[in-house]
């Protein structure tokens, strides 16, 4: 009894021993539709109370830069306390980071992009 072979070989393969296959050329259906996907933008919010974060989350687990301004309930210990907690488990989940910039502002990145904490000064 004659058995037909797992692995079959195309009649209409052209690539030999020792030959290369340019993938830089190939396309694919998805690809363009996934690479403009994964661009980022920078958005800036106002946060006027603890609830207005549940509305910015769905940006940053989109992949979106968000600059967050909390000068409203800056004067609120136990509110920023509860932001900060729930930007640090949103940046757990998307794998980013979280940095306060500026005296009342809050940086919240992607994944891939991270926050230096040091800051630029110039060489005199």
Not at 28 to 41: I, K, P, Q, Y
């Amino acid at each position: 009894m004659f058995r037909k072979s797992i692995l079959k070989k195309h009649a209409d393969d052209t690539l030999e021993d020792g030959t290369f296959l340019d993938l830089g050329a190939m396309h694919f259906e998805d690809e363009e539709a996934s690479l403009a996907g994964g661009r980022s933008t920078i958005r800036m919010a106002d946060i006027f109370r603890f609830e207005d974060l549940h509305t910015l989350t769905k940006y940053a687990y989109g992949g979106d830069i968000l600059i967050l301004d909390y000068t409203s309930i800056a004067n609120d210990p136990v509110t920023v306390k509860r932001m900060s907690a729930e930007l640090k488990n949103i940046t757990k989940d998307t794998g980013g980071d979280v940095a306060g910039i500026a005296k009342n502002l809050i940086a919240l990145t992607p994944a891939g992009v991270r926050i230096d904490r040091n800051k630029l000064r110039p060489s005199f």
